[in-house]
């Protein structure tokens, strides 16, 4: 069984790398489940409200 936090930095991976969705590392988990976590959360902004909160959140303690 893997864990949230496997699939979680196999999303960061992959953005950070740019690499094809298939090309994640099996420490992070089935490609298909990191994928199928990304997926839905980036079609509902998910992601992208968490970049706008962490860079507000960076800028205020700056």
Request: hydrophobic share 35%; no cysteine.
């Given at each position: 069984?893997?864990?949230?936090?496997?699939?979680?930095?196999?999303?960061?991976w992959?953005?950070?790398?740019?690499?094809?969705?298939?090309?994640?590392?099996?420490?992070?988990?089935?490609?298909?489940?990191?994928?199928?976590?990304?997926?839905?959360?980036?079609?509902?902004?998910?992601?992208?409200?968490?970049?706008?909160r962490?860079?507000?959140?960076?800028?205020?303690?700056?």
């Amino acid at each position: 069984m893997w864990r949230w936090r496997q699939l979680i930095d196999g999303i960061r991976w992959r953005t950070r790398t740019g690499a094809p969705r298939r090309d994640v590392p099996e420490r992070y988990g089935p490609w298909d489940r990191v994928y199928d976590l990304f997926r839905p959360r980036q079609w509902d902004g998910t992601w992208a409200r968490i970049l706008t909160r962490l860079q507000a959140e960076a800028d205020a303690k700056a």
